[in-house]
């Protein structure tokens, strides 16, 4: 497993760049390793040096949260594809649900060698789309009349927190538009999102 970030083929006359800068969300093994919490590159290490199992993560959240687990799953499916292998996802709570704190979300079945290395970075793509799913829904109850405008685009840092946050108001807003029928987020600022 090779141990520093991916480099990509750079311009003519421009030297290659790593893509630890995190311009896109990790893919690449490398990119994974450079991104993951250290100890639990060295759980995998340890699991395929002296055996592997099959584990089960509860993946859980220490405050409520509404679920907006998409992104992270289609992350983690995309990287049990690439890595060969298969992870069993039990999803506890669905899409736009109340999850209290503590709760498993959603529980992730496979071979601890595969699944080590991924929790920081699982954890980075469910947590913040939930706590904003939780935080526009919050704010779509107590404005119930009130039509939003998602304008998070200018604030986020980059384009992968823009996705995950237009999806996460999107989550929050139409929980809101079911419970205490709320207008919502009506639309947002970019096209790239615009279909959230």
């Given at each position: 497993?090779?141990?520093?970030?991916?480099?990509?083929?750079?311009?003519?006359?421009?030297?290659?760049?790593?893509?630890?800068?995190?311009?896109?969300?990790?893919?690449?093994?490398?990119?994974?390793?450079?991104?993951?919490?250290?100890?639990?590159?060295?759980?995998r290490k340890?699991?395929?040096?002296?055996?592997?199992?099959?584990?089960?993560?509860?993946?859980?959240?220490?405050?409520?949260?509404?679920?907006?687990?998409?992104?992270?799953?289609?992350?983690?499916?995309?990287?049990?594809r690439?890595?060969?292998?298969?992870?069993?996802?039990?999803?506890?709570?669905?899409?736009?649900?109340?999850?209290?704190?503590?709760?498993?979300?959603?529980?992730?079945?496979?071979?601890?060698?595969?699944?080590?290395?991924?929790?920081?970075?699982?954890?980075?793509?469910?947590?913040?789309?939930?706590?904003?799913?939780?935080?526009?829904?919050?704010?779509c109850?107590?404005?119930?009349?009130?039509?939003?405008?998602?304008?998070?685009?200018?604030?986020?840092?980059?384009?992968?927190?823009?996705?995950?946050?237009a999806?996460?108001?999107?989550?929050?807003?139409?929980?809101?538009?079911?419970?205490?029928?709320?207008?919502?987020?009506?639309?947002?600022?970019?096209?790239a999102?615009?279909?959230y």
């Amino acid at each position: 497993m090779p141990e520093g970030p991916s480099r990509r083929t750079a311009p003519e006359g421009e030297s290659p760049r790593a893509t630890a800068r995190m311009d896109r969300w990790p893919m690449e093994e490398a990119d994974i390793a450079a991104w993951t919490d250290v100890y639990f590159k060295k759980t995998r290490k340890a699991v395929e040096r002296f055996g592997d199992i099959e584990a089960t993560y509860a993946v859980f959240m220490r405050r409520p949260v509404i679920s907006a687990p998409r992104l992270a799953i289609e992350w983690l499916r995309q990287i049990a594809r690439n890595r060969d292998t298969s992870f069993e996802i039990d999803l506890r709570y669905a899409e736009g649900k109340w999850v209290g704190a503590g709760e498993p979300l959603l529980y992730v079945t496979g071979r601890l060698s595969h699944l080590a290395d991924l929790e920081t970075l699982l954890l980075q793509k469910l947590g913040p789309t939930c706590l904003a799913a939780y935080n526009a829904y919050s704010m779509c109850a107590e404005l119930p009349k009130t039509a939003f405008l998602a304008m998070d685009a200018r604030h986020c840092a980059g384009a992968e927190m823009a996705e995950a946050m237009a999806y996460a108001a999107s989550v929050g807003s139409e929980r809101a538009r079911r419970k205490v029928a709320a207008v919502g987020f009506i639309g947002n600022a970019t096209d790239a999102t615009a279909h959230y």
